[in-house]
């Protein structure tokens, strides 16, 4: 089944198509156009910002890098709500560990008390940053995430430019 790109939530009718993306409303539609835009960036200059900030201080504490893609899993609830989510942390490693057992607390004391999804979410947001933290390492080279996310970010600037 076609996922939203943006939200992810699944597109069971219609929902919009533009290239390889599927979107499930207008206004995912128009948050994705970063995706459309981030197709066209040329290789090298991804390559080149890339390198740029894994080789750069890190722009949470500004220490020493490498900097590199660090997520982290929330889940909270309240009563019939449950709300999770992942960050994309781009920061150095002690930064990443950081946000993930911020992260690990937060969905233990507040993740389960909704119903249903508070039991289900909570166990799997808390070993997601688990093992998160446990295989936390320094990548000596960029990995393809964070090459994903300067793609993005060079696409945001350029839109944001645009307007
Ligand atoms: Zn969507
Ligand atoms: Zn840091």
């Known amino acids: 089944m076609a996922t939203c790109n943006v939200c992810g939530s699944m597109i069971l009718f219609g929902g919009k198509k ?3 993306y599927r979107f499930c409303n207008n206004t995912c539609l128009a948050k994705g156009k970063v995706f459309l835009v981030s197709d066209q960036i ?3 200059v991804v390559e080149k910002e890339t390198k740029a900030l894994h080789h750069g201080s890190c722009p949470k504490c500004g220490n020493h890098g490498p900097v590199d893609v660090h997520l982290s ?3 909270w609830s309240a009563l019939l709500f449950t ?3 992942t960050t994309v942390n781009i920061c150095c490693k002690r930064c990443g560990v950081k946000a993930q057992a911020l992260d690990l607390t937060l969905s ?3 993740g389960w008390w ?3 999804w508070g039991i289900f979410i909570t166990p799997v947001q808390i070993v997601k940053n688990v093992i998160g ?3 936390a390492k320094n990548h000596l080279t960029p990995s393809p995430a964070l090459r994903n996310q300067v ?3 060079i696409a945001a600037n350029y839109l944001e430019n645009e307007k």
């Open 73 to 75: 899993y929330r889940v």
């Open 114 to 116: 909704g119903i249903p």
């Open 42 to 44: 040329p290789h090298d």
């Open 108 to 110: 233990s004391l507040f």
């Open 83 to 85: 709300s999770w989510k």
């Open 133 to 135: 933290i446990c295989k």
């Open 18 to 20: 533009e290239g390889n």
């Open 151 to 153: 793609r993005l970010l």
